[in-house]
């Protein structure tokens, strides 16, 4: 028999997720489009970017708030003692990025800051929704790889929004399929280690090191490929490490 109150209360959840994300998608579009209207510079554009993604934490932080879920509930914590072992020491993720500093980085110092500040509000402000609130949300009434899955593509979602900075449509399409490897993998690290602080950090280094890597052409598509396989495969070994969690 179908527990259609569960079914409900599943569709609900789904819903609510989905409200954070497309909410948290606003804040971007928004501020691209003053981007383009002022015609901002680079710099300018991303103090700007990172200005409202900063704002865009206020939502979460209110519904906190309101329903009263403390931030250990949602991973605002430390890494569990004896947890470090089980995603390796977080050692795939680095190997999957250094490649793209070895051919040169940008010396703007004035760029550098920005994009130091642009990443940074978004490593915290999209982990707070996707692995804080939206992770916390699923694992309530679906299984543990279900609220996995459902968040990684939640978060693939909103990267849709590249198609309004003018964004090919395989461009794109690119940006969710790594955005769901991306995810998967984040989610698989906060429930192994009962904190979002190593993939806020993740997060804020990945996007850094690819706006500040000068590497481009055919060995970008390369270096690219080689950190698409690492991740895969450190997401599937995650993966097998979430039985115990079950």
């Not at 490649?99 to 550098?112: A, E, M």
């Amino acid at each position: 028999m179908i527990d259609h109150n569960n079914k409900y209360l599943k569709v609900k959840t789904l819903l609510i997720c989905l409200g954070f994300s497309l909410t948290l998608m606003l804040f971007p579009v928004v501020s691209a489009v003053i981007i383009v209207v002022n015609q901002l510079d680079r710099i300018q554009g991303f103090w700007l970017q990172g200005l409202f993604m900063l704002l865009s934490m206020i939502v979460p932080l209110i519904y906190l708030w309101k329903t009263k879920i403390t931030p250990t509930s949602i991973g605002l914590t430390g890494i569990e003692k004896g947890r470090m072992q089980k995603v390796l020491y977080f050692i795939p993720l680095l190997l999957a990025k250094v490649g793209f500093l070895f051919f040169g980085v940008s010396k703007d110092i004035p760029t550098i800051v920005a994009l130091l500040f642009f990443t940074g509000a978004i490593g915290v402000s999209e982990e707070l929704y996707f692995r804080g609130i939206i992770l916390y949300k699923l694992k309530k009434c679906f299984s543990i790889k279900q609220s996995i899955l459902w968040s990684a593509l939640l978060f693939a979602v909103v990267h849709a929004s590249q198609a309004f900075s003018g964004a090919s449509d395989l461009l794109v399409f690119l940006t969710m399929v790594n955005a769901m490897i991306f995810g998967i993998i984040a989610a698989e690290i906060v429930i192994i280690t009962n904190s979002i602080i190593p993939v806020i950090i993740w997060h804020m280094l990945f996007d850094f090191v690819n706006w500040v890597s000068l590497v481009d052409g055919k060995t970008e598509f390369m270096l690219i490929v080689i950190q698409s396989i690492i991740m895969v495969l450190y997401a599937y070994y995650l993966w097998t490490k979430l039985v115990v969690r079950l």
